[in-house]
């Protein structure tokens, strides 16, 4: 008896489950365009955020740049809006709900509408776990997770009026698998990830298509603007040869691409390298392998140094291992992403913004 239940259940489930694949994949879905959308970025005055900037504005949308320098978005706006494209800028501290809530006015008032919204904005800070304080894990959950989640809620209304949009959270590798020296950074990625994947539920019926973006390592030249404690130079070293390499990291213009086509299609999830797939699908498969394989990685890291949390920047920790040879694609990154204003090679230069 208990085994003809268990089979009426199993039967069930697999009608339910079928009937909503019939649902989804029946309807033939319309092709997004993004020419003429008018498209909210944080954190777009750099980085991959500034490259998915110029790769939309090439596509005719309409862009409001929101990020913390304003000289940064100066120079992204008239850089993308040289490519004739319009753009809007707006100085927001996306950690701030009330600055979130003035910036979707200003891009409503601007645009007249959002379609798109990505949220782009980080911070990530390197160093072991002993290093790390609170306000660590704040100012990373602050970043990563209460921003993205104020830009929702104050964007949402203005697309469910339209009639629909698409939301691009752009999470990492590090919000499905927990890479070692990286704590504050994995802790609020998860949190971001969990939020937009359970986001994407709640607003499908709007019409509003979530997309969540796992990236494994992208040159966008960002380590020089990334926060390094303990050792600092250490860090600094390994973390930026590790997103220059070509083996290990993707180029951002690639990226961007990538992300820009999942929007379009209104995919639900997109992990962006071999290496941040293979590492996902090994933690899932056999996670107490991949937890041993991570502690020998941490090993192999910079250890403890004095235990006070003190930070430095990144363009603060040059050695000379970094910049160099090994960092040369993510130093020219650097460059061409608005991650710094002078040459890479010249290792006590300070004018850079952090």
Known sequence: MRRIKNNIGIFAAALVLGAGCAMTFGKKKKRFSFR????????????LGLELARQLAAEGARLTLVARDPEELERAE????GLGAEVH????????RDNVAEAVTFAVTKMGRIDVLINNAGIIQVGPMEEMTISDFEEAMAVHFFGPLYFTLASRPH?????????INI?????KIAAPHLLPYIASKFALTGFSEGLRTELVQQN????????????????RNAIFKGRHREEYAWFSISGSLPLLSMGAARAARRIIEAGRRGSARLVLGAHAKAAIFLNDLAPNAMAKILSVVNRALPGQDSGTGQARMGYESQSRWSPSWLTKLGDKAAVRNNEMLYDPGVADNKTAHA
């Open 78 to 81: 008239e850089e993308v809006g």
């Open 36 to 47: 003429g959308r008018a498209v909210l970025i944080t954190g777009g005055s750099r980085g």
């Open 159 to 167: 697309m469910r009026v339209n009639g629909g949009g698409r939301i």
């Open 89 to 96: 800028t707006f100085v927001c501290d996306v950690r701030d």
């Open 171 to 175: 999470s990492s590798a590090g919000g």
């Open 208 to 223: 509003i298509l979530v997309t969540t973006v796992c990236p494994g390592l992208v040159r966008t030249g960002s380590p």
